[in-house]
């Protein structure tokens, strides 16, 4: 298994403890996101621990901002904090490591929950970096439920009334939302055309959980100049436990202590 692989799994396992410690957190969209995350901390972005100050860092924001529980991991894992300490704190009185993500956590650029505000922020960092004449990157992660959110729109196009070629959107699109499908709940399809219509370039990853497939893209869309680049990710709610994958009951449901036993005997078979 390639290193970036292994990552993903170490991060999915922690996520399970963090969860299950906490009897919180939103499992699903967490373990259909960790691949992307950890693509992203591990492999394309310019970001480091010793670089959260520096003002040429890149900038990750995200959008789907109740899959905290996967960035604080992710984080963890980098090496910004010491992720026991999340994985033992999260969810719990006056620890910084609360439900959504927020500021007062290393590494974290802004603070989310409320969905659909990603793009437009990161607009703003892509805009201020052309207007200081800087060369970090912006990186937003969003949910295909998220999608339904009109704020989006505005921000896409924005995004590409200004040629954000420095600004690159992921869609996490597991067609799963909070309460069923996304087709079902509110129907988000065709994005890939809307973000051209919008003046975006657009990258399909046809396996949106394997680290190989997502670096292409990353890199990639690095090279593509005078528009925003949108990454339009097919993932599975759930990914790497079985009982969870493509399940919309498991967008935040809470283990039993067998369930949590057969996650982690799952998890720590591919990590063996
Ligand atoms: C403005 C706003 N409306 C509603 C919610 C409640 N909510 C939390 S998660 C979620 C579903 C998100 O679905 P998706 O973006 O597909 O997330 P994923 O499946 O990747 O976890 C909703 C509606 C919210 N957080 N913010």
């Known amino acids: 298994m390639d290193a970036l692989t292994r990552k993903s799994f170490e991060v999915r396992r922690d996520i399970i403890e963090m969860i299950y410690h906490s009897k919180a957190g939103h499992v699903g969209g967490d373990l259909s996101v960790a691949d992307i995350l950890t693509v992203l901390y591990f492999q394309v972005m310019n970001v480091s621990p010793e ?6 860092r890149d900038r990750f924001l995200l959008s789907k ?10 984080l ?3 090496g910004y904090y010491n992720v026991e300490e999340a994985i033992e704190t999260f969810s719990q009185f006056e620890s910084p ?3 959504h993500p927020n500021t007062e956590v290393s590494g974290i650029e802004m603070n989310s929950g ?12 892509a805009l201020a970096a052309k207007m200081n004449g800087q060369n970090y990157r ?16 505005e921000g896409m196009m924005a995004a590409g009334h200004y040629h954000l070629d420095n600004l690159c959107a992921t869609v996490d699109l597991n067609r799963l939302q909070i309460s069923g499908t996304t087709e079902k709940v509110m129907d988000s399809s065709s994005l890939a055309d809307k973000f051209r219509d919008f003046g975006w370039h657009v990258i399909e990853v046809e396996d949106g959980n394997d680290c190989g497939q997502l670096v292409e893209a990353y890199e990639k869309a690095k090279t593509l100049k005078g528009k925003p680049t949108a990454v339009i990710a097919h993932t599975v709610k759930g990914k790497g436990v079985s009982f969870m994958e493509d399940q919309a009951s498991w967008h935040h449901g809470v283990m ?15 990590l063996r």
């Open 97 to 99: 490591f609360i439900g």
């Open 65 to 74: 901002g109740h899959c905290a529980d996967a960035l604080y991991c992710v």
């Open 76 to 78: 963890g894992e980098k």
């Open 114 to 125: 409320s969905l659909g505000h990603g793009i437009s922020v990161g607009v703003g960092m």
């Open 51 to 56: 670089k959260k100050d520096d003002p040429d």
């Open 256 to 270: 039993t202590e067998e369930q949590y036993e057969q996650a982690v005997k799952e998890l720590e078979e591919v």
């Open 138 to 153: 912006t990186y937003v992660v969003l949910g295909d439920g998220e999608m339904a959110e009109g704020s989006n729109y």
